[in-house]
């Protein structure tokens, strides 16, 4: 895989040679006018016209006079003013723009004054004040008088679509960019243009709402033109892109002006996309984030949770000090001191006993982290501690993934890119839903509607799936292994064909044998593989090797030799040997008692089915590196505050294996996991050589990828064997829905009644068979969560409900994963 | 020698050339010509003649042009609700960059100007400000003007960053301290139109609900300040 994988291959196009305002220009065949003006810096005004959109030609406001050759050769001018947005270019033609002909100044002028007549020019009340297509075109194309004395037309305002985004209809100039993007590229019924002249407007266009089918906001929404509530995981985007300030954003919401914020680009920390962000901020406060154009990731587009959930870290519950437990309470104490005071608790509680035997010490770091953080942590934990005990990966895990990590995603560099991903021919989505973990990927999957055949092994076909076109292999949660090993001979033959891609989730984790299952696809049928976790920092930790079994760069800690490249790479004697055990069975020991110190970084307690509470009050000693006052921050002896991203620079590798480096956005003193790792070192006298994110790099480019005899094996694990469920159980089913209640997501209740009710979902036979009224209750010997039933087209036997929505959080409710049996009652 | 010594040497050369400067004033006879270095104690000795003009400041304070620039006040519509809405255009209008603005969503229990938006936070330093009046001239509903108030000096930084409390105009007659809801029946534009001549009987309930002890409310204001309206 080279870096050159996402151009396209140069091939001859064809050309036309046209003129605009008397310049000669070649462009390919197909372009539109208003781009061709834009490769010679000619600017035509224009609202509706999008690059990344289909040219709809419903503003007007581009118009341009054109001739063209007629049949006999001789140049024919058009008998009106045409709209470039939607017109080609051809051989020989002429285009005059207003800057070259009066005529079409004219008619921009006039288009101008017309969507001005009913506009209410309240730009001191509007959010798009200062940086308004609107005000800047009227200001370059309009008339600088109003000749319109009569009353304007006047809506109620604000309309709001959902509890986040706000529509004021009469700033509306109609440019349909909105309902375009809802349709073409999010694929959610948004509302529609209604009525006709004056009173057109974007609104509803039915009354009656139709059947629930369990997606409804968990806020206040506006019917969309299904008539059902608004609900979209991308409807930030239709506030960016509309040219005026119809559609704004509550979070945003009379904040700020374009001049009083400084703009940093960034990435966001929020999926494994590595989305390009814009970062807006006044006077150290994040205000409203934007999606950047990066073509080969996220395009134009970002999901709302990349630019809504920013609040998390500037809550009131931000660390700024150290804090040191002193007679029960934490207490704000000076650097030194609380680095001093970890160290020295660490090493007490690790130290042999009387009888000369000792409790080890474990390192959990949350899939959050950046690349460097990551390689910190594994680094302290290795060198310092002296343990394997290190995992990233707060969710299930598997010693199945781990293999295929070290041996098929660590150090392999970019693998399937987004590109790749669209222009596959067939892509089949295991343990992984496009729309609720992937973000941005659903968009570039759909992108391809109708030229892409998309599978996906689930339980039942998600809304998401739905509006991939996807077709269902039905699995009972936990047993995809099976499904993949009975696909059927046609889906083989789909994805024998070339670019094929076969995407693992993360939760390709809890279903044993599903990694084996899918590299034996694989070998049959030649499709590609691509890993797509969740969270952002996952990639990243694979690389760095803060797994227990995972050197940096894929070796593997169990090979000597691995261990004794990477133990004279760091200048140290060894390392340790013993096995590492991952982050659940880490919880598992701390809550025997068998952990001395844990170090906890970007670990949210509720994440992990584990009795963590217990783990920690067992432990000897608990360091927390936090931005919040998390629940295992205040159970900790020491917490050491970390910046969070908008405050630290570093790199996020994204599921692609593309690095995604961002600088700091806003300089504070707060300071980076890695750096605070590299003070903690230095109490046990211990260069750690982290302080820094170039000297990070430094290492990780100097250890590079493993060879392949450095690798872990391929992996290897049995299936699960049949689901054995009894009367009134049932198979439980979850994924987290993109929008949910996860800690970054924390503070803003704007986005949250975006995020979709939580509802139980199964199929009809198995509510008849357990009794499920309008009502279940699912529980396990931990729990109950009491969700509303949504009856679907389903793998019988199976109840999914979403992992951490409001009412339902089912690692701390239900302390179960996917594939668990759970006990199923119909409830009131 | 470098390409900057080239360019030093044509300078050079050029300057050499400069033509002599030559005054366009017509040219003073020899009896001028020869008074000239003493002529400027004319106005000197012109000045022992005439009556004394000290500013006998601070002790005396003449007013001042009635359009001289002071300080700025932030004015209220007759009900009492404020007429900044948050627009930020006068910090944009500023050359001095001496304005701060953040707005602020009005909503039903705390409607501070007429329409959705108020400004919550108002700095105006004065450590910076130039007098220039742009900030004037931007403020699209006539909320910010300028007052004759000169007498803007203090012992800290602090104290001369004035805040929107320092600002605000006192409460006229008729007036009701914001937040109160806006004249029912009216909008935004009415209050812009002039239309809204006064706090009426709703407004003066909502607020003896709300803020009893409000002392803008008529039971509350003292027969002094009634007397002076
Ligand atoms: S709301 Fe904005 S994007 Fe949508 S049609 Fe109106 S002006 Fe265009
Ligand atoms: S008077 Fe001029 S310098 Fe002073 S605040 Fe207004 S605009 Fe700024
Ligand atoms: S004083 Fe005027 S210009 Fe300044 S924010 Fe208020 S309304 Fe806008
Ligand atoms: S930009 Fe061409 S019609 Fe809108």
Known sequence: MTATADKPATAVVDTVTLTIDGTEVTVPKGTLIIRAAEQVGIEIPRFCDHPALKPAGACRQCLVDVASPGPDGNLRAFPKPQASCTMTVTEGMVVNTQHTSEEADRAQKGVMELLLVNHP???????????????????????????????????????????EILLDRERCVLCQRCTRFSKEIAGDAFIDLQNRGAQQQIGTFDEDVLDFDGYRPVGAATVDEAGKAFSSYYSGNTVQICPVGALTSAAYRFRSRPFDLVSSPSISEHDSSGSAIRIDHRRGQVLRRLADNDPVVNEDWISDKDRFAFAWQNLSDRITRPLVRKDGELVEVSWPEA????????????????????????????GRVTLEDAYAYQKLARVVLGTNDVDSRARSTSDEEQAF?????????????????????????????????????????RKSLGRQQVLTVAPYLSRGAEKLGATLVPAVPGREASALAELPADVREALSQPGAVIVLGERAAEAPGTFVAANEIVAATGARLAWIPRRAGERGAVEAGALPGLLPGGRTATLKG?????????????????????????????????????IVGGVSASDLAGDVATALGRTGFVVSLEVRRSEIAEAADVVLPVAPPSEKSGTFINWEGRLRAFATAIRTDAMSD???????????????????VEAVNAELAALGAASSTERPAAPKARAAGKARTKKGTAVLGTWHQLVDEGALQDGEPYLAGTGRVAVARMSQATADAVGAGAAVSVSTESGTIELPVVVTAMVDGVVWVPTKSPGSWVARDLRATAGAIVTVKGAA | MSGSDDVWKVNRERDGERETFESNFPKRGPFLEALAPVAGFGVSLRNFFRPTVTEQYPKVKNPTMPRYHG????????????????????????????????????????????????????????????????????????????????ELAGPTREGLIYEKQDLLAPMGKNMLAAPHPMVPGTTDGSYYRQEVTGAVDEQVEWVREHRPEDPTLPENRTAEEAARG
């Open chain 1, 562 to 598: 691995a261990r004794e490249a990477v133990a004279k790479a760091w200048g140290v004697e060894s390392l340790p040997t013993a096995k590492g055990r991952d982050t659940n069975a880490i919880i598992e020991e701390a809550a025997e008692g068998g952990i001395g110190a844990l």
């Open chain 2, 71 to 150: 300080r700025h006040q932030l004015n209220r519509h007759p009900d009492g609700l404020e007429k900044c809405i948050g627009c930020e255009l006068c910090a944009w209008a500023c050359p001095a960059d001496a304005i701060y603005v953040e707005a602020d969503s009005n909503t039903p229990d705390h409607q501070v100007s007429p329409g959705e938006r108020y400004g919550r936070v108002y700095q105006i330093n004065y450590l910076r400000c130039i007098f220039c009046g742009l900030c004037i001239e931007a403020c699209p509903t006539r909320a910010l003007t300028m007052t004759n108030e000169y």
């Open chain 1, 121 to 163: 020019l309240d730009c001191p009340v509007c959010d798009k004040g200062g940086e308004c297509p609107l005000q800047n075109q009227a200001m370059s194309h309009g008339r600088p008088e109003t000749r319109f004395v009569d009353v304007k037309r006047v809506f109620e305002k604000p309309l709001p679509l959902s509890s």
């Open chain 1, 339 to 366: 680095l001093a005071a970890a160290a020295a608790g660490i090493k007490a509680a690790t130290a042999s006993d009387d009888e000369g035997s000792a409790r080890g010490a474990a390192v959990l770091t949350g």
């Open chain 1, 405 to 445: 990590l070290g041996s098929q995603v660590a150090g392999t560099g970019l693998g399937v890119t987004f590109g790749e991903l669209e222009k596959a021919p067939t892509v089949l989505l295991v343990g992984f839903e496009a729309e609720d973990e992937g973000g941005v990927v659903f968009l570039r999957l």
């Open chain 1, 674 to 692: 890695h750096r605070v790792l590299d003070l903690l070192a230095r109490e046990w006298g211990v260069e750690l050589g982290t302080a820094t």
